[in-house]
């Protein structure tokens, strides 16, 4: 629970701080108060989701829009971490961190770039909160920091640099490639989202250190911060903090009521597509038996959460599982088209909506594209699976309650887009509060779902880029770059390239010099005490208590209660009662048995285990469609794999997750999972 001393302090301390309440409530599905706060002298928003973890996590967003592809936006996630304006040593951020109990990490997406922190304790994260904000408001930008980790070229003549390494490894990459140009064919020139934000190695190259301090100036302004912080925290200490920050910085950054231009909602809008359009891209590749589709369609407003609850159900009809429609007919026959049919969705003022088909045979690229559209079209003028789309409804709600128990990064993007797209006197962001949405959807007849498939993936114009493998490419590129390389270093000659050897190993001495041992001597480590550890209540039965014992815990006694006939119980059974409205249940496997000439099918097993036919008690034969149908009306999650992520590397580890009243069922379908598979060759 939400500590209510904490909360009614922080109602306390908004008499003399700086930052006000803009909405304030707790979410109806999830023991979460959310808070949004606002600072009078600068803009800043604050949004604090404050929930018992051990855990406290921020996200520090900025809107970053740009509309060329210098990189700029991506140089400054790296950036940052070289220093601040008192803090003037590479790296000190970090350091702090692991004195801390912190990690820091950032990331650069096409709309905002994000800094995190990942703290055990609150005590940790409000020692680090003003030195990290320092960080990313005045970092230190220095020429030397530019050269080293965004572009130089070194004393061998070859391009190098962090992010230029970064963008070369992933820039004719076939995704990359594909999503360049099918957002390239939705927005037209002069809107942002066209933009490669991580840098195109071509500008990267000559990206001038005073243009990337030009777009910081422009973005990282307060008032174009939100911080997001998640976890148990003291938000009048927090507050208290901030204005502490805000105090010493405010000769330093606009007034928020100066002029301004709000990135992306005061920018130019972009036109809906008026028709479809249908590219041809080429991607460097030696195999050239397998290319990819990808679709994208401008939906409706990402700030109503009805619409994106509606296309989260929309998308698991159409592509959820091995018996959702399209993977139904794309997939899951004799000859597919695809090895799979992807769903997602993109939070921009028009949400994006996007299909991609992988692995599609060459020969019928044009042929898979086609078949798509055909199918959609034939979906909305036949009746729907009404049952189907209603189960994938409730799964989706269920999944939604389990992510936010699950998931400590749950709120993070509603929040963010929340702060970058929609209205900041909260208004929007409340619509996190409940999931109303879903039992508006439940009101939704046939005839509703079939013209919202039909309005929004039928008759709205999409475009499809159509991704071939080029092995004549791979070449081409493989030749040029070796031949401006050459020319490069030809031009240079071995007296420019001593000269760059030298400018890098000075920018590098620049970049380093030594922390001074009483520096982060005075970063004081916190106390183990201040982490809030989650506590849970340990049982054991059957074979685990000949092993490790009877616990002296409540829930022993309860199991002791309901002790089977079978003494001992044949097998290894250890409970965990802890806070949830969910139960999780984990099977591991011993692969000590199994032949070492067979293990290689493992990953065959793993991805037939909940798509195989299954024979019941009774002898009757339930064929995967049914069997996946019922698994997910039963279920929240369901997986197989190895056992890394419980420490047993040699195992399999089964899991299963169901809210309470399904925990029979569970058992139920791990037996006959376990047990009654039908091993058929033509599934």
Excluded at 196 to 212: F, S
Excluded at 260 to 273: A, D, E, I
Excluded at 435 to 454: A, C, D, G, M, P
Aim: with cysteine; net charge negative; charged share 25%.
């Amino acid at each position: 629970m939400v500590d209510q001393n904490t909360t009614r302090k922080a109602e306390g301390h908004q008499s003399h701080s700086h930052f006000k309440t803009i909405t304030k409530f707790m979410t109806d599905y999830s023991p979460s108060d959310i808070t949004k706060y606002e600072s009078t002298r600068t803009g800043m928003s604050v949004v604090v989701v404050n929930k018992e973890s051990p855990k406290v996590l921020g996200f520090f967003a900025l809107a970053t829009e740009i509309l060329d592809d210098s990189g700029a936006p991506h140089t400054l996630e790296h950036l940052c971490f070289m220093g601040s304006k008192n803090y003037r040593y590479k790296g000190i951020l970090d350091k702090f961190a692991t004195r801390a109990y912190s990690t820091t990490n950032a990331w650069t997406a096409t709309d905002h770039t994000a800094y995190t922190l990942d703290t055990a304790g609150w005590e940790g994260f409000s020692q680090l909160l003003p030195v990290y904000l320092e960080h990313i408001l005045f970092p230190i930008l220095s020429d030397s920091g530019c050269y080293t980790e965004v572009h130089h070229i070194d004393g061998t003549g070859h391009d190098a640099g962090v992010v230029y390494s970064e963008m070369q490894g992933v820039q004719n990459d076939g995704d990359t490639l594909m999503m360049l140009e099918a957002n390239r064919q939705i927005y037209p020139d002069g809107v942002g989202f066209r933009s490669e934000t991580g840098g195109m190695m071509e500008q990267l190259r000559v990206l001038k250190p005073q243009r990337i301090r030009d777009f910081h100036k422009e973005m990282y302004q307060p008032r174009n911060l939100c911080l997001v912080i998640i976890g148990s925290v003291d938000e009048p200490e927090l507050l208290s903090i901030l204005d502490k920050f805000e105090g010493d910085i405010l000769d330093d950054v606009p007034a928020p009521d100066s002029p301004w231009q709000r990135p992306w909602v005061s920018s130019k809008q972009p036109p809906l597509l008026k028709e479809n359009i249908v590219r041809h891209v080429e991607f460097p590749e030696q195999d050239e038996s397998m290319g990819s589709i990808l679709v994208g369609y401008l939906g409706p407003s990402c700030v109503d959460h009805t619409h994106l609850a509606a296309l989260e159900v929309i998308g698991s009809y159409l592509a959820g599982s091995s018996v959702s429609v399209l993977e139904k007919q794309m997939v899951e026959i004799a000859e597919p088209y695809t090895s799979g049919v992807v769903w997602s969705t993109e939070e921009r003022p028009n949400t994006v909506l996007w299909l991609e088909l992988g692995s599609v045979p060459v020969a019928r690229l044009d042929e898979a594209e086609k078949k798509l559209f055909e199918i959609l079209g034939k979906t909305v003028q036949e009746p729907l699976d009404l049952d189907y789309l209603k189960d994938c409804l409730n799964r989706s709600k269920r999944q939604r309650k389990f992510n936010v128990e699950n998931d400590s990064h749950f709120f993070t993007t509603p929040v963010i887009y929340d702060f970058l797209f929609a209205n900041r006197d909260g208004s929007d962001l409340v619509q996190v509060k409940t999931l109303e949405v879903y039992n508006e959807l439940e009101k939704w007849t046939e005839e509703h779902w079939r013209n919202y498939i039909k309005k929004w993936l039928v008759d709205n114009p999409h475009v499809s880029i159509i991704g071939q493998p080029s092995a004549k490419l791979a070449e081409k590129i493989k030749r040029d770059e070796k031949a401006r390389v050459k020319t490069q270093i030809k031009n240079l000659g071995d007296d420019g390239l001593k000269e760059l050897a030298d400018k890098l190993e000075k920018a590098k001495k620049d970049n380093d010099p030594e922390i001074p041992i009483e520096v982060l001597r005075g970063f004081k480590t916190p106390g183990v005490e201040s982490i809030r550890f989650i506590h849970s209540t340990s049982g054991n039965a059957g074979l685990a208590i000949a092993k490790d014992g009877i616990l002296d815990t409540y829930i022993q006694k309860i199991l002791q209660k309901d002790e089977p006939k079978t003494n001992p119980f044949p097998l290894y059974l250890h409970y965990e009662h802890v806070a949830t409205n969910f139960v999780t249940v984990n099977i591991l496997l011993s692969t000590a048995s199994i032949p070492v000439e067979l293990r290689p099918l493992l990953p065959l097993y793993f991805e037939y285990f909940f798509a195989a036919p299954i024979t019941l008690e009774d002898g009757t034969k339930l064929d995967y469609e049914k069997v996946v149908s019922l698994l997910e009306k039963d279920t929240v999650g369901y997986t197989i794999h190895g056992g890394g992520g419980m420490q047993a590397t040699e195992s399999i580890r089964i899991k299963m997750e169901v809210e309470p009243e399904k925990y029979g069922a569970a058992v139920k379908w791990l037996k006959l999972l376990m047990w009654n598979i039908v091993f058929d060759t033509e599934v």
